[in-house]
């Protein structure tokens, strides 16, 4: 949660933020016809490079204007009044010094972190933990010098809008001659100075913005760095007068000047190592940091090459597995076509044997109805023979009739025999 309110506070205090929102504004105005001064939409809207350098001029102004807005904030808090406790007759010590940084605990819940009470929780600490006010006024002096610095190197955002908007003027200059000179035609005069005029005043009008924004912006500059300086002398002379004269200046001993001189070198020493070690730190962090970019990039490499390989694998057994397939069902189709073959044939063989067993069966039937013919003979001759045997029993002429009778069962014996081997 502190993380999201820093991250939070971060992005409302960047210049950058509030340098992209108010060229927002500004521009969706000019595009919604809610500013339509001519003057303002030739210098502004009218080529790229007008909008770069519009949009840093925001950048720069917003951060100006940040600032002139915490200088006034600081001023107002520094007029509240004195911060510790007023002096008495006596001379505060060390061990008043808890009691000097719980009153400035108070102060900064009440009103908020400023710089007279930053300064003064340096100025009580560098005294508890030295032991000593023999080098305050030194400490004192370091930390507005300090100070001091920090507010100048708060302008660097400024200072490198003020020089980039001189250059991209420049640039608009060169870019307008570009354009005017490679459109020029000498053998169409007319045609080519309507391009060579628009491309100049593309030139002369970036120029002239940039210069303009330039200058307005360097004047606010020193407004607001006049204003920040005072700010800062008002806060080093009410830390004077709350610090100054209020301890007692007590060495710790004879030769307090070369211990603290040697404190302070011990000091140095221990902030580069403290450096160094970051420095490492970061290094190590680097390092890992691009090892395990490198691990990743050889992982991801690694799963493509094995990922191109089992898909070529695959596809090389998909392929074998379809040739040997395709294979088996040409062997399954020969087969079967000899199978059809070989049924086709004994089929017609069959056939062939059905219709002589057809023709054979046709003529046995021939042969039974030619026996059932000679039976029925058979029965009208019986019948006559007894017809015959009674006329001859009549006549007497008995044993040549059945010498006839046998002679004729012979010969329809041997009749019948015929028809059956036929």
Not at 20 to 27: D, E, K, P, R, T
Not at 119 to 146: K, V
Not at 321 to 326: E, N, S, T, V, Y
């Amino acid at each position: 949660m502190k993380r999201a309110e820093s991250f939070f506070s971060r992005v409302i205090m960047s210049p950058i933020f509030w340098g992209g929102i108010v060229s927002l504004c500004f521009y969706t105005a000019i595009h919604n016809g809610l500013i339509n001064n001519a003057l303002i939409v030739r210098y502004f809207a009218s080529h790229p490079i007008e909008y770069y350098t519009a949009i840093m001029f925001f950048a720069g102004l917003s951060a100006m204007l940040l600032k002139f807005i915490q200088v006034q904030i600081e001023r107002s808090k520094l007029q509240k009044g004195a911060l510790l406790d007023k002096r008495d007759s006596r001379k505060s010590t060390i061990d008043d010094v808890g009691n000097y940084l719980a009153q400035i605990d108070a102060y900064e819940q009440k009103y908020g972190v400023t710089l007279r009470s930053q300064r003064l929780r340096l100025i009580l600490e560098y005294i508890s933990r030295d032991g000593s006010t023999s080098e305050l006024d030194n400490e004192i002096r370091y930390l507005a010098e300090e100070e001091a610095a920090r507010a100048d190197a708060g302008y660097g955002l400024v200072r490198l809008v003020l020089w980039a908007i001189p250059m991209v003027g420049f640039l608009g200059t060169v870019v307008g001659i570009t354009i005017a000179l490679g459109n020029l035609d000498l053998n169409a005069i007319q045609e080519s100075s309507k391009i060579l005029s628009a491309g100049l005043a593309v030139a002369f009008d970036t120029t002239a913005l940039a210069i303009a924004l330039d200058l307005l912006l360097y004047f606010v500059q020193f407004l607001v760095y006049r204003s920040e300086s005072n700010l800062l002398r008002e806060v080093d002379f009410a830390v004077n007068n709350e610090i100054r004269g209020r301890f007692e200046l007590v060495n710790d001993s004879v030769g307090s000047g070369q211990i603290t001189i040697f404190r302070r070198i011990l000091e140095t020493l221990l902030d580069s190592i403290e450096q160094l070690t970051l420095r490492q730190t970061k290094i190590w962090e680097q390092s890992m940091s691009a090892a395990n970019q490198r691990f990743s990039k050889l992982t991801e490499q690694n799963a493509d090459i094995l990922k191109k390989s089992l898909s070529d694998a695959l596809s090389e057994n998909i392929a074998l597995h379809a040739r040997k397939i395709a294979e088996s069902s040409d062997e399954i189709l020969s087969a079967s076509n000899e199978s059809a073959k070989k049924i086709s044939e004994t089929m017609q063989q069959n056939i062939a044997a059905m219709t002589l067993l057809q023709s054979g069966i046709a003529r046995q039937a021939d042969t039974i109805q030619n026996i059932i013919n000679t039976s029925c003979q058979l029965v009208k001759l019986e019948e006559q023979l007894k017809e015959n045997l009674a006329v001859i029993a009549q006549t007497g002429n008995f044993e040549e009739t059945v010498n006839s009778l046998s002679a004729a069962i012979h010969l329809l014996s041997s009749k019948q025999i015929r028809a059956g081997a036929a």
